[in-house]
């Protein structure tokens, strides 16, 4: 092949990336856009089910996800669950909402990170044996909480490790407030961003172990935007190098990408994730 020739098939090359480049890149913004117009469409969908009584208290129609949502595989569920939104009515008739942004596997009887590793059934881990959308809600530390909700596998569960506040937050606020020392107001981005902090915003404890989340008028999910796979972070999960080094290394930690409300964003992860889309950017 003479030297004109290579410079042909170069630029020809140049011009098929650029054009993917563009292609992609428009594509991108489309989704984007769409995403965010969900969103937007979601809230306002919110603030029109919305009724005040005459205490003040926000009553909301429910878009409650069922049984059958939950019924899939651990993996597929914690994926599934960014983006859906976590209901809580206190007693009070108080209506507490957020989206959850991030999630965590605990794969049952095969995952030695998980309370049920080896088919082990206790008092404590027995709501993760129970059918999917069951909440499974333990004690750490002895005075905080964690929520799960159980999913397909036998003894698998989600921890629900992050939320973005949506409806109430001065409510969060206070709940937050009990056990802190310091006075100072919490940014919203703050109230929720961690498995414990989420449960004390929204009064989540041992009371609320076992409630079904299909039939619960305490505790519930309900549909929100569905996050596409390409804004979804895959890592390692937090706190659990005990369980050695193969099973704390899986990427069982699942988060919205470039979300403020995460408890923890993982670099590596995101840069590799930046990787493989600039890999499948290549092979368009």
Not at 181 to 186: G, Y
Not at 191 to 213: E, M
Not at 255 to 261: G, L, N, P
Request: proline fraction near 2%.
């Amino acid at each position: 092949m003479n030297t004109s020739n290579k410079h042909g098939v170069k630029r020809t090359l140049s011009a098929r990336l650029s054009q993917n480049a563009i292609r992609y890149k428009q594509n991108k913004i489309a989704e984007e856009k769409e995403l965010s117009e969900s969103e937007v469409n979601t809230k306002k969908k919110l603030k029109h089910a919305t009724n005040i009584n005459d205490n003040n208290t926000a009553l909301l129609i429910s878009n409650k996800l069922l049984n059958l949502f939950f019924d899939q595989s651990c993996i597929s569920l914690a994926k599934s669950l960014l983006g859906k939104v976590l209901v809580r009515k206190l007693q009070s008739n108080e209506i507490l909402r957020g989206r959850i942004v991030e999630t965590e596997c605990y794969l049952g009887t095969i995952d030695k990170a998980s309370h049920s590793y080896k088919g082990k059934r206790t008092n404590r881990n027995e709501a993760m044996f129970l059918p999917p959308g069951t909440a499974y809600v333990y004690t750490i530390y002895g005075m905080y909480f964690c929520f799960n909700i159980s999913s397909h596998e036998e003894g698998s569960a989600v921890l629900i490790r992050a939320l973005e506040p949506l409806q109430n937050t001065s409510v969060m606020q206070t709940f937050r407030s009990v056990k802190r020392k310091s006075s100072a107001v919490l940014k919203d981005k703050d109230l929720c961003n961690g498995p414990s902090k989420l449960c004390l915003a929204f009064n989540i404890d041992k009371q609320l172990n076992k409630v079904d989340l299909c039939t619960s008028n305490d505790l519930w999910l309900d549909d929100g935007t569905e996050i596409p796979c390409s804004d979804i972070i895959a890592c390692k999960r937090i706190g659990i190098d005990s369980a050695g080094e193969e099973w704390a290394n899986k990427p069982l930690r699942f988060y919205i990408k470039d979300c403020v409300y995460v408890s923890m964003r993982n670099k590596l992860a995101e840069n590799l994730h930046k990787t493989d889309t600039v890999q499948d950017l290549n092979i368009l």
